[in-house]
């Protein structure tokens, strides 16, 4: 544990007694946030063994930073904002392209090689190099997106400031996020992996192998898979009812990846709209 790590323990043991009056937290916090801001630090990541490790202390910093600043006036050329944390700035020295209308939050990562099209990235959230995030997109708090991912038009991607544990959503590299999924509360997608349009993805959601009918896990797409939106019937005492599922309707050769025609065709060929 380094000094920093434990000194940000200690104040959130005091995060109901602290104020922005209190400098010294505020000190070691705005550390935080800029090591995050500059990729020094992320609030997760994924070990080589595929395990997510969660850096609480990290997040805690996030939590404590609103806690220490108050609320404070932003002008951005014509635009007025109230908040307590400024917008991230200094794109071109990133080699990040923003397209008006974008905006992304001090105190998340973008990796050299971003796009943002009008949308959204969360403090705390990292997003990998060559990743494109698309019209009217949301990155929340905290969620890691990998390099050479397409969030498409209007996904969201949920973020997780609180409970204490828990793991962000993780999109894995390569990956394709159809138009208008959701994809939240720790769910995740992995490496090379395709949603198709209007998915939504979370821990409660069984995602299931259309050949077999085997139940691979909850809230996680595997590597190199192509899923789409998909219900089974369940019966319950008051009658029957189709519940959501992710449908895996196609395996990937690791390292394959379609382009926008070859995929439409995979979507076409099992019914589902793209």
């Known amino acids: 544990m380094t000094s920093l790590e434990s000194r940000i323990d200690a104040w959130y043991e005091r995060i109901d007694t602290l104020t922005p009056d209190n400098v010294e937290a505020r000190r070691d916090v705005e550390l935080v946030i800029t090591k995050l801001d500059d990729g020094q630090l992320r609030v997760a990541e994924v070990e080589p063994g595929g395990a997510v ?23 951005v050329g014509p635009f007025e904002y109230a908040d307590k944390l400024e917008l991230k700035h200094d794109f071109e020295r990133r080699g990040v392209r923003v397209v008006p209308g974008a905006s992304a939050r001090r105190g998340s990562f973008l990796s050299p090689g971003v796009i943002l099209m009008p949308s959204y990235v969360n403090i705390g959230a990292w997003v990998g190099a060559g990743t494109m995030v698309d019209t009217w997109a949301t990155v929340g708090s905290c969620a890691q997106i990998g390099a050479n991912v397409h969030l498409a038009g209007g996904v969201g991607i949920g973020g997780v400031l609180e409970p204490a544990n828990a793991v962000p959503v993780v999109i894995e590299d390569d990956a394709f996020i159809g138009s208008r999924c959701m994809i939240v509360e720790g769910a995740r997608v992995g490496r090379g992996s395709v949603l198709g349009a209007g998915t939504i993805l979370n821990p409660s959601i069984p995602v299931i192998d259309a050949q077999t009918g085997d139940e691979l896990s909850r809230g996680h797409v595997p590597d190199f898979c192509v899923a789409v939106s ?39 060929d099992h019914g589902v709209a793209t």
Do not use: M
């Open 53 to 75: 490790t969660v850096h609480e202390w990290v997040r805690r910093a996030i939590l404590l930073l609103f806690r220490l600043r108050g609320i404070q006036r932003y002008d």
């Open 230 to 268: 998909a219900g089974r019937r369940r019966e319950f005492p008051g009658g029957e009812y189709v519940l959501p599922c992710v449908l895996v309707i196609r395996r990937l050769s690791e390292g394959e990846r379609h382009d926008k025609v070859a995929l439409n065709a995979i979507l076409r």
